[in-house]
DNA sequence: ACTAATGTCCTTTTT
DNA sequence: GGACATTAGT
């Protein structure tokens, strides 16, 4: 062993160091929250890398594309060889690196490697066109929406389901419709294979059917002497499967998780994964990683009281050598106003103490919880990032600016001629058929556009359409496909939008987006598959001094951690949330993610609840009602806590919403919503 | 053939 | 306040 090698074992404890070290054979990592976990897999990485192993022959699966960079990163800074570990190593999330499988091996499983991805909103379009075809949209009993049906199919193959027992579990109400589903699912998938298109689950599925054929199975397997995958409790069972699938020639391979905090079983994640691995792997040894280097000790004690109301466990309580420190605070708001303010100005206090915006972070259920915190942050004029929520991609503008690049990738994509063509006056889903039919006549030269028939106000633009597809088929590089589009587009998004300027300045960043991309196809797939998850991804390089307020989902904070964390909203039917609370299990599995929650904070931690809030449905529009405290901080959960209560906030003449100044409205909507709902 | 207006139901988390 | 179907209007 290298002496280097020596040195780097020195910075880990006991625990990590077996971990690190593990030779051959199966390894199983429980790490709890904060215990080191990124930096154990990082430095497996080097040790594996160090002993021999080349970095292009390990694949690192992760939940998110960043995860992975930064692991490997860190593993090339520890064997100082931080280009070829980052560039060649295979890192990403299961479904990004089924992409690049599926691009390589396409011809020998009967697929068109040129085929595009659909991302959920694009999935449940086309299942809704399917849906609408099949004549189940106008039925005298309602048919499951498009977003529903999804959900079902989705949940069906990701957990390896059958469909009675998935509509039985999870949409009762929708056991009726069985059999029209199962024909809807069937024509979904024929049209899918039609347009030459994959869907997320699809990504997995194929992988695992490709693993499935003895032959491939090998070629693939052996791409690989170790696989290392990272928050193993959620995964599904195609993901598993996968795992399993892809160890045939040996069985290095390296699991890491917790099962106290899987939270996303809604995506058909299970913690049976984590839990039958040494059963699927045998000879498995299990490491366990309890020592938290992140929270002070008064913050742990206050996250294990939360997750000690599980009633499923396997990971022990957590202990950190770091003993000092305040103990959390759990703040009650007389209403959310009140809550902005106090988050706003402990943010500043602790700004003010050095801490920096950007090590701070307010964190909530659900993407809306941080409307209100949003607008007081704006007016207050100060800088903040939000996680998580709708994205740039599903913006309107910026999927039909990629439904360009799209129809020239794969001219059998319907749904992206589909947004291309919509955009002209007069042009409906008959005129995209027809349209369609006559790419398709032409061989599927989407430059064929420019002959194809269509209403007379039209015609001229079908043919400069045809002009414009030409030009991107040229191979020009990505960047300039993007900005020829834009020109192409602009006009229609000041015709559409009421501000088009800011839609205007994200066109730009989609073009700067794109100049980092070789090929048109791998910036199509890989845009679909690792969004930029907020603005600050979109804006380049972040300039030294820029700082700014984190705001994110708890799920989006998953493997985060901050100096001072703010969870907002830790009111039942918040969090938990009341649609989430219909089952023991989904109450579980929301504790857990008070638990990631608590977990993210390294020196500061503050939950807060509003006991009044605004109803905020149109027939309550102005009432008001009154919140409990969440669930989960019982007695004992409050005990390791100091409680305090905010101070209400005078509305200001203007800013005050209305019900504050008219006094007793609220009463006659009552009274009023009442009737309103029989 | 397509669009605009109207009515009804649901409102989470993400690759 | 959005999604989605239906109906009336261009």
Redesign the pocket.
């Known amino acids: 062993m290298p002496d280097q090698d020596l040195r780097w074992l020195d910075e880990l404890n006991p625990a990590q160091r077996e971990a690190v070290t593990h030779g051959e054979g199966p390894l199983l990592i429980i790490a709890g929250a904060g215990t080191g976990k990124t930096r154990t897999l990082a430095y497996r990485v080097a040790h594996l890398i160090s002993r021999g192993v080349p970095p292009d022959r390990i694949l690192l699966l992760t ?3 960043r995860a992975a960079e930064e692991m490997l990163s860190r593993a090339g800074a520890v064997v100082g060889k931080l280009g070829p570990v980052r560039e060649r190593a295979w890192g ?5 690196v089924a992409n690049r499988l599926l691009r390589t091996y396409a011809g020998a499983v009967g697929l068109s490697p040129e085929f595009t991805v659909l ?2 909103a694009d ?3 086309l299942i ?1 066109l399917v ?2 075809d099949l004549g ?4 005298d009993k ?2 499951p ?4 049906c999804l ?1 079902i199919y ?1 949940r069906v193959v ?1 957990g390896s389901e059958e469909l009675p027992d998935v509509l039985a579990r999870y949409f009762p ?1 929708v056991a009726p419709w069985e059999e029209e589903l199962r024909t809807l699912f069937r024509r979904y998938v024929e049209r899918k294979q039609k347009l030459n298109v994959l869907d ?2 699809d ?2 599925l194929y992988w695992r059917e490709m693993l499935a054929v003895p032959d491939l199975a090998r070629r693939l397997s052996g791409l690989f002497d170790h696989i290392l995958v990272d928050e193993y409790q959620d995964t599904n069972r195609v993901q598993a499967a996968i795992l399993r699938g892809m160890r045939t020639g040996n069985s290095n391979v390296t699991a890491v998780g917790d099962d106290a905090q899987s ?5 058909a994640a299970t913690v049976r994964n984590i839990l039958d691995f040494p059963r699927d792997f045998p000879g498995t040894r299990i490491v366990t990683l309890e020592e938290n280097y992140r929270s002070t000790m008064p913050i742990l004690a206050t996250a294990n009281a939360l997750i000690a109301q599980a009633h499923e466990r396997y990971t022990k309580n957590l202990w950190s050598r770091r003993p000092g420190g305040a103990k959390p605070l759990l703040v009650t708001c007389p209403d959310e106003g009140s809550q902005d303010a106090y988050v706003v100005e402990r943010v500043l206090a602790l700004y003010e103490e050095g801490i920096p915006l950007r090590r701070q972070a307010v964190l909530f ?5 941080s409307a209100s915190l949003e607008v007081e942050l704006a007016r207050r004029g100060i800088p903040f990032h939000k ?3 709708l ?1 740039f991609l599903e913006t309107a503008h910026v999927k039909d600016a990629l439904a360009f690049l799209r129809v020239v990738e794969n001219p059998r994509d319907e749904l992206a001629w589909f947004r291309v063509l ?1 955009l ?11 349209a369609l039919a006559h790419v398709a006549e032409g061989g599927y030269d989407p430059r064929a556009i420019a002959t194809s028939p ?2 007379p106000a039209a015609r001229e633009e079908l043919a400069r359409l045809g002009r414009l597809l030409s030009e991107l088929g040229e191979g020009l590089p990505v960047a300039a496909q993007v900005e020829r589009v834009r020109r192409f587009y602009e006009p229609y998004v000041e015709r559409l939008y009421d501000y088009p300027q800011a839609r205007i300045r994200d066109l730009e960043s989609l073009e700067q987006i794109a100049s980092g991309y070789r090929s048109r196809r791998s910036f199509l797939a890989e845009l ?4 930029p ?1 907020s603005t600050s991804d979109l804006a380049g390089p972040p300039h030294k001094d820029d700082d700014w307020l984190v705001l ?5 904070a ?1 493997g985060c951690e901050w100096d001072a964390v703010y969870v907002i909203h830790a009111a039942d039917g918040f969090l938990p ?1 009341d ?2 609370a ?1 089952s023991p299990e ?1 109450l579980e ?2 504790l857990r ?1 008070t638990y990631v929650a608590l977990t993210r904070a390294k020196d500061h931690l503050v939950v807060t609840w509003p006991v009044r809030y605004h109803y ?4 309550l529009a102005g009432a008001h009602g009154y919140a409990q405290p969440s669930r989960f901080f019982t007695e004992e959960v409050r005990g390791t806590m100091d409680r305090v209560v905010a101070e209400g906030v005078r509305p200001s003449a203007e800013g005050a919403p209305r019900e504050e100044r008219t006094g007793y409205v609220d009463l006659a909507t009552r009274i009023r919503a009442r009737w309103d709902r029989a």
């Open positions: 939940f998110t594309r990403g999330t299961f479904h990004s991302d959920q999935a449940e379009n809704g849906r609408h189940l949209a106008s039925r309602r048919f929406r498009r977003a529903t959900g989705s990701n109400w997320f689950d990504l997995l939270i996303y079983s809604f995506r259920r659900a993407a809306h919880h996680y998580g929520g994205r919509g002209f006056d007069g042009v409906g889903p008959a005129t995209v058929s027809r269509g209403p679909q598959l690792d969004p998850s994110s989902t708890i799920h989006s998953k949330s649609l989430a219909g989904e599995e929301e993610l905020r449905r149109r027939e």
